[in-house]
């Protein structure tokens, strides 16, 4: 149950707390078993399913309630890194390894592939939808971010300056810019409008490079704007002593939107192996977190101001994703162990 909508300082709409959200009362409502090693979920804005990835190159549509499971074949030939989902819940797109955007009936009954577009060179890491439904941005390891006219497939331009793969693209909640950050820390601001680019957040703090094993390590695999546009958030990792060998341990950046500026560092200590691979805000300014690796998987809860998180639930098993249900109390986590658990935050099985 959400309570009623306001109005904000700037006299727009804005929708009120879910009643009973309380992050401390996280707990597991259903583990639904999807079957192979699962990448990237997202809700569709019904509510009714979740749309998951596959190592298998296969999407897949579990129904929220009662984990009955649709198989949606023939987009991919590999991996299925990405998922988004438009506003009115009748497409689904998947990013694959093979650089291909695939778009989904979802609507329907039985979804089918509506079209499959050639899009980058290499994995395609991440994919989002602007809040009206009309732009799709994709982004990979080409260090390049594609605008798409989201009804056609039709391109309409193309975002270059990272010098590291992409792993991440977020829109702002007003429409007018999008986000996109690379491995070597940079988080890149662009107006969705020119394709000008709009300047840089420095979250190096994200990066480490090692120079015995010779690897590039970490990068900004999450990224998340809070309702108000206030603050940037950017999650992956610190710590890195050993890349190769996992040792590693969460990390979140929180930048002023208007000045860039590193406004809070927000840690998770102790979880040895943990990468934070998505960030949602919710509606009481809780910022959440899913972590997941050889340690395991956990979500994580910051409150707004403070820097260590105050609460984390243990996952099943290691968590790769999530997203947050359009009710604001359920999330669901993509496990490398094929599970979709659904969780709830806040007491009771409502």
């Known amino acids: 149950m959400i309570e009623p909508a306001s109005l904000n300082a700037a006299g727009k709409t804005t929708m009120g707390t879910p009643s009973g959200l309380d992050a401390k009362q996280a707990h597991i409502l259903d583990r639904w078993k999807v079957g192979r090693p699962l990448v990237c979920c997202r809700f569709d804005p019904s509510g009714r399913f979740a749309f998951c990835g596959a190592e298998d190159s296969t999407v897949r549509r579990v129904a929220v309630a009662g984990g ?3 198989d949606l ?6 991996w299925v890194f990405s998922m988004a989902i438009a506003p009115d819940g009748k497409t689904a797109f998947s990013g694959g390894g093979d650089g291909r955007i695939a778009a989904w009936d979802a609507g329907s009954d039985a ?4 079209r499959r577009i050639e899009a980058h060179r290499g994995w395609i890491r991440a994919l989002a939808v602007s809040p009206d439904g009309k732009v799709l941005a994709s982004a990979g390891n080409d260090r390049l971010v594609r605008l798409w006219d989201a009804a056609t497939g039709r391109p309409i331009r193309e975002l270059s300056g990272h010098a590291g793969h992409i792993y991440s693209v977020e829109f702002h909640p007003d429409g007018k810019s999008v986000f996109s950050g690379d491995l070597l820390g940079s988080v890149r601001q662009w107006d969705a409008a020119t394709g000008k680019d709009l300047g840089v957040f420095d979250a190096k703090a994200l990066h480490t490079y090692d120079g ?6 970490g990068g900004v695999r999450g990224l998340a704007i809070s309702a108000d546009g206030a603050h940037v958030a950017a999650g992956g990792l610190h710590k890195a002593t050993n890349p190769l060998g996992a040792v590693h341990e969460p990390l979140v950046l929180i930048f002023d939107a208007k000045t860039r500026k590193l406004a809070r560092t927000l840690l998770a200590d102790g979880i040895i192996s943990g990468v934070i691979w998505r960030l949602k805000y919710l509606a009481d300014g809780t910022l959440m977190g899913v972590s997941g690796a050889n340690s395991g998987g956990h979500l994580l809860f910051w409150k707004a101001g403070a820097d260590k998180d105050y609460h984390r639930l243990a996952l099943p098993g290691s968590a790769r994703d999530m997203d947050l249900h359009p009710d604001g109390l359920r999330v ?7 599970l979709l658990p ?3 935050l806040a007491a009771g099985k409502g």
């Open 73 to 78: 074949a023939g987009g991919h030939d590999s």
């Open 342 to 344: 659904i969780i709830r």
């Open 212 to 217: 015995g094993q010779q690897v590039d390590f």
């Open 68 to 70: 009955k499971t649709t």
């Open 111 to 114: 979804p089918k592939l509506v």
């Open 332 to 338: 669901a986590t993509a496990q490398a162990d094929g």
